[in-house]
T-cell receptor, first 112, second 113 residues
């Protein structure tokens, strides 16, 4: 089976840096994605790591270590609008199947 | 592009009634996914299609759930008969073959009374 672990809640202040970790156990691992979801909204794509290392997109960066089955999302210069849920998701590959399984999400609260 | 379009936005129905959720993926996308989101179970993959063909429906909870994709621009998720435990937000998402990014629709908030 598959399992993903990420913290349920994280709180930080405006302007700070926060790291949300994700560990996974799965067969057929293909890559790790991160999605953001505001209350009442739909998940929106943030980043994808298919290879080990760091991917940077503006204030957000994502890291993957396949050997450690671990990744993280780094949010810098936090803003109030970053308050949302953040989901890691593993992409698994088996034959012709390509599917995305989501973690339970981390609720980020940014305080003024 | 209008993005992934889902309808209805909200659905309130009584237990035992048939519910049909609709989705129009982004034009040109090869993959279509149906997800269900609840507080208890998070985001669960129900079924996904590749080029209109169902690839994996192992997430469909029961025979009461069925999904179709008659053409590249339309998919339905049907629940018959509906039960209160089906209450959730149902998301449709699409992606293209060479893009890891899933585009989600706005979701359908389903309440079964």
């Amino acid at each position: 089976g598959q399992s993903l672990e990420q913290p349920s809640e994280v709180t930080a202040v405006e302007g700070a840096i926060v790291q949300i970790n994700c560990t996974y156990q799965t067969s057929g691992f293909y890559g790790l994605s991160w999605y953001q979801q505001h209350d009442g909204g739909a998940p929106t794509f943030l980043s994808y790591n298919g290879l080990d290392g760091l991917e940077e997109t503006g204030r957000f960066s994502s890291f993957l270590s396949r050997s450690d089955s671990y990744g993280y999302l780094l949010l810098q210069e936090l803003q109030m609008k970053d308050s949302a849920s953040y989901f890691c998701a593993v992409k698994i590959s088996s034959g012709s199947a390509r599917q995305l399984t989501f973690g339970s999400g981390t609720q980020l609260t940014v305080l003024p | 592009d209008a993005g992934v379009i889902q309808s209805p936005r909200h659905e309130v129905t009584e237990m035992g009634q048939e519910v049909t959720l609709r989705c129009k993926p982004i034009s040109g996308h090869d993959y279509l996914f149906w997800y269900r989101q609840t507080m208890m179970r998070g985001l669960e993959l129900l079924i996904y299609f590749n080029n209109n063909v169902p690839i994996d429906d192992s997430g469909m909870p029961e025979d009461r759930f069925s999904a179709k994709m008659p053409n590249a621009s339309f998919s339905t998720l049907k629940i018959q008969p509906s039960e209160p435990r089906d209450s959730a937000v149902y998301f449709c998402a699409s992606s293209s073959q060479d893009n890891e990014k899933l585009f989600f629709g706005s979701g359908t908030q389903l309440s079964v009374l």
